[in-house]
């Protein structure tokens, strides 16, 4: 089976019966940058690249898998755990949730190009790092779009474009498809028909995040041939 | 999904016989034999002398029931198989569980009472057999039915069908979704859903009520964002 096919049909395991070291990534150095956290505590996250701030932020949210060190500092010097990243993301009050990054992050990091849905990308980015001192990490949340209103239960939020190097946020063109994030129960006929007027024409796939699983599904109107 | 045949050249059998033309030929049959169906619980027994018995056949209507005997066939024909020859084709006769003749009414209230959900189940029955496509029990799949293009004989199913109702929803937490989507893309078949526009106060609709309502057809597919970039690459 391929690689892929693993990490979409089955849950990943370590071996423990097998001796192997775990191999440490680390972040390079090149910069850093600071955001508040609500407001009452400091963060120092150290980074690679050149990232604009709204990938940095879902980025962010990759490394806490993927790298094995990523430093982070409250006012205090104090180094935060992943629990206390993790909890502070979870804990939803602050308008964001672990399911909108799950699904980003399984779409980013297999090259699709994620924007907000109905927000415009020359206002999506931002560079200047005098803008984002003193943002607080949910307010880059909301400027991704992705600000979590709990009681909405369908909701579009991301458009998306197949992998392409020569992509221009200038001029996007029409996303493939626009992908909306379903909780609770699933939705009814009625519901995908309210959704398919909101996307405006554009295809629409359903995204459901439980647990560790991702799925996205289709949900296509169709008309069976009349055959002779 | 393309259609995937059986075997070599079944593609030009299923287009040299169109199956509109055999089911008129069955009707013809049907009514030449002028033999009815006996009603027995919501299905019915038909005795067929063997060119209506290979007419059946052809089109997958019923269950044949081998017996010792050599020049006729015994047919168990479905709730829907039974008022679909019965009503829409109208072709066969049915004697009700007294032996006497029973009209399209008292046929419907009596399949009503039977199989539940009946109205339903062969609103979408009688969609997929009008457009000429083959319907046939889907149960072993999770399903209502599975649907063929042609005989099943010649060409897989491409469809496990499901259908719906404000009454009757299904679907209605995402195990099932994964469970029913899963199990029809494991045989290779589209999960299509049959959404039938009833008026949701309505639980027992009658005849010329159900003729009036629509049907919505939608696919369900997963969606696996790594096979589409694999096939993304490839086209590039």
Same mark, same amino acid.
């Given at each position: 089976?391929?690689?892929?096919?693993?990490?979409?049909?089955? =849950?990943? %395991?370590?071996?423990?019966?097998?001796?192997?070291?775990?191999?440490?990534?680390?972040?390079?150095?090149?910069?850093?940058?600071?955001? =508040?956290?609500?407001?009452?505590?400091?963060?120092? $996250?150290?980074?690679?690249?050149?990232?604009? &701030?709204?990938?940095?932020?879902?980025?962010?949210? !990759?490394?806490?898998?993927?790298?094995?060190?990523?430093?982070?500092?409250?006012?205090?010097?104090?180094?935060?755990?992943?629990?206390?990243? %993790?909890?502070? $993301?979870?804990?939803?009050?602050?308008?964001?949730?672990?399911?909108?990054?799950?699904?980003?992050?399984?779409?980013?990091?297999?090259?699709?190009? $994620?924007?907000?849905?109905?927000?415009?990308?020359?206002?999506? &980015?931002?560079?200047?790092?005098?803008?984002?001192?003193?943002?607080?990490?949910?307010?880059?949340?909301?400027?991704?779009?992705?600000?979590?209103?709990?009681?909405?239960?369908?909701?579009? !939020?991301?458009?998306?474009?197949?992998?392409?190097?020569?992509?221009?946020?200038?001029?996007?063109?029409?996303?493939?498809?626009?992908?909306?994030?379903?909780?609770?129960?699933?939705? &009814?006929?009625?519901?995908?028909?309210?959704?398919? =007027?909101?996307?405006?024409?554009?295809?629409?796939?359903?995204? %459901?995040?439980?647990?560790?699983?991702?799925?996205?599904?289709?949900?296509?109107?169709?008309?069976?041939? %009349?055959?002779? | 999904?393309?259609?995937?045949?059986?075997?070599?050249?079944?593609?030009?059998?299923?287009?040299?016989? *169109?199956?509109?033309?055999?089911?008129?030929?069955?009707?013809?049959?049907?009514?030449?034999?002028?033999?009815?169906?006996?009603?027995?619980?919501?299905?019915?027994?038909?005795?067929?002398? @063997?060119?209506?018995?290979?007419?059946?056949?052809?089109?997958?209507?019923?269950?044949?029931?081998?017996?010792?005997?050599?020049?006729?066939?015994?047919?168990?024909?479905?709730?829907?198989?039974?008022?679909? +020859?019965?009503?829409?084709?109208?072709? @066969?006769?049915?004697?009700?569980?007294?032996?006497?003749?029973?009209?399209?009414?008292?046929?419907?209230?009596?399949?009503?009472?039977?199989?539940?959900?009946? *109205?339903? @189940?062969?609103?979408?029955?009688?969609?997929?057999?009008?457009?000429?496509?083959?319907?046939?029990?889907? @149960?072993?799949?999770?399903?209502?039915?599975?649907?063929?293009?042609?005989?099943?004989?010649?060409?897989?199913?491409?469809?496990?069908?499901?259908?719906?109702?404000?009454?009757?929803?299904?679907?209605?937490?995402?195990?099932?979704?994964?469970?029913?989507?899963?199990?029809?893309?494991?045989?290779?078949?589209? +999960?299509?859903?049959?959404?039938?526009?009833?008026?949701?106060?309505?639980?027992? *609709?009658?005849?010329?009520?159900?003729?009036?309502?629509?049907?919505?057809?939608?696919?369900?597919?997963?969606?696996?964002?790594?096979?589409?970039?694999?096939?993304?690459?490839?086209?590039?």
């Amino acid at each position: 089976m391929n690689s892929w096919e693993n990490e979409e049909e089955e =849950e990943q %395991h370590q071996n423990p019966f097998l001796n192997t070291t775990k191999e440490m990534r680390f972040l390079k150095l090149v910069g850093t940058k600071t955001w =508040e956290w609500e407001r009452s505590w400091k963060r120092r $996250v150290e980074f690679g690249g050149t990232l604009e &701030s709204s990938e940095m932020v879902a980025d962010f949210t !990759v490394s806490l898998r993927k790298f094995s060190l990523l430093v982070m500092d409250g006012p205090d010097g104090k180094v935060l755990t992943l629990s206390d990243i %993790h909890s502070k $993301v979870a804990e939803k009050k602050n308008g964001c949730s672990w399911e909108y990054f799950k699904a980003y992050r399984r779409l980013k990091c297999l090259g699709y190009i $994620v924007g907000r849905h109905d927000v415009a990308w020359s206002s999506k &980015s931002s560079s200047n790092s005098n803008q984002e001192d003193g943002k607080t990490i949910m307010d880059c949340f909301k400027d991704m779009g992705i600000s979590d209103d709990m009681k909405v239960k369908k909701k579009l !939020v991301f458009d998306m474009y197949l992998p392409d190097s020569r992509f221009k946020k200038t001029c996007p063109g029409m996303p493939v498809f626009v992908l909306c994030l379903i909780r609770g129960s699933p939705p &009814s006929k009625e519901e995908i028909e309210k959704l398919e =007027e909101e996307s405006n024409g554009v295809p629409l796939k359903l995204c %459901h995040v439980d647990n560790w699983l991702v799925s996205f599904f289709s949900f296509d109107k169709v008309e069976l041939p %009349h055959l002779p | 999904m393309e259609p995937r045949w059986k075997g070599k050249g079944f593609a030009d059998i299923a287009n040299d016989n *169109p199956m509109s033309e055999i089911i008129k030929r069955l009707q013809i049959s049907f009514i030449q034999s002028k033999e009815p169906a006996q009603l027995s619980g919501c299905e019915s027994l038909f005795e067929a002398g @063997l060119d209506l018995a290979d007419l059946l056949g052809r089109t997958c209507f019923g269950q044949p029931i081998t017996t010792s005997s050599k020049d006729k066939q015994w047919f168990q024909f479905g709730p829907e198989e039974t008022f679909y +020859l019965s009503y829409i084709l109208k072709c @066969l006769k049915i004697l009700g569980e007294d032996g006497q003749d029973i009209n399209f009414e008292n046929l419907w209230d009596h399949m009503k009472l039977k199989r539940e959900n009946f *109205p339903f @189940l062969f609103k979408a029955y009688s969609h997929l057999r009008s457009k000429n496509w083959i319907v046939r029990p889907g @149960l072993q799949y999770g399903v209502d039915y599975v649907a063929y293009r042609h005989h099943p004989a010649l060409v897989h199913s491409e469809y496990s069908v499901l259908v719906v109702t404000k009454n009757h929803p299904r679907l209605k937490v995402w195990s099932d979704w994964q469970s029913v989507v899963r199990v029809t893309g494991g045989v290779a078949k589209n +999960l299509l859903v049959l959404s039938i526009d009833a008026n949701h106060h309505d639980m027992n *609709p009658s005849l010329q009520y159900l003729d009036k309502c629509t049907i919505d057809e939608r696919l369900i597919t997963r969606w696996v964002p790594e096979h589409s970039r694999a096939e993304n690459n490839r086209q590039k």
